[in-house]
């Protein structure tokens, strides 16, 4: 998407470089602030609803994978929140730690320190169903079918 984010870039991604194969993927997850009301997805929609544009959501910065995941979740749901972009994971993290944002939808190994200290909570899942290592942590695509978005990386 980088293309597509940025009007000038000194490479063409698709006739500059050639795909090798996929090497991982890692799920994300729907983080909140500790101190949030909602206790689960169902009720953030409900929130967000109900104080359009209200609710914060943080991302790594403008065009990344948590961008365009939060607004994909954040269209399919009908709900509108503000968007703060970051320069990087670290300062969007302390800032859900901090109570600044509301909701980050992120990596589980950036999300599950600041769970661990009771900064943030989980609500959600962003995988095709419940992951076995989480069974009581529902999916999105519970409450908004075919929802999907993980982070991937690979060879070109």
Partial sequence: ITQFA??????????????VGQTTTAPM????????????????LALARARPGALTYASVGEGSMTHIATELL??????????????GSGPAMIDLAGGRVDVMLTAEIELLPQVRAGRARILAVATPSRMDRYPDLPAVAEVLPGYRVEFWSGLV
């Fill in 6 to 19: 940025f009007s000038s870039l000194p490479y063409d991604p698709e006739r500059d470089f050639r795909a």
């Fill in 29 to 44: 997850m729907l983080g909140v602030r500790a101190d949030l009301p909602p206790q689960n997805f169902s009720d953030l």
């Fill in 74 to 87: 954040r269209q399919r749901a009908g709900v509108e929140m503000l968007h703060v972009p970051y320069r």
